[in-house]
């Protein structure tokens, strides 16, 4: 197992360049995630049935935005 690694999609630094934080990116993500959960479509095919990675996919392919408002993000 030395040597191995696990490609992740999508990738953190593909993520990270779509919002301004990583606090941001956990916020965004969970509250999509939550939305699929509850039953809202997907946005596009996606090969997971997982829903937070389904949600990270929204993220990285610009499906979801956010606004950054004073109280957090809306």
Same mark, same amino acid.
């Given at each position: ?15 990270? =360049?779509? /919002? ?5 990116? +956990? ?11 509850? $039953? ?9 049935? =997982?829903? /937070? ?5 929204? +993220? ?11 109280? $957090?993000?809306?």
């Amino acid at each position: 197992m030395e040597g191995e690694f696990i490609l992740i999609y999508p990738s953190l630094d593909a993520l990270l =360049k779509k /919002v301004d934080s990583k606090y941001t990116l +956990v916020t965004l993500t969970a509250k999509r995630a939550r939305e699929i959960v509850a $039953g809202s479509p997907n946005l596009a095919p996606s090969k997971s049935n =997982k829903a /937070v990675t389904i949600a990270l996919e929204d +993220v990285v392919n610009d499906r979801i935005t956010y606004e950054r408002v004073q109280d $957090g993000v809306k």
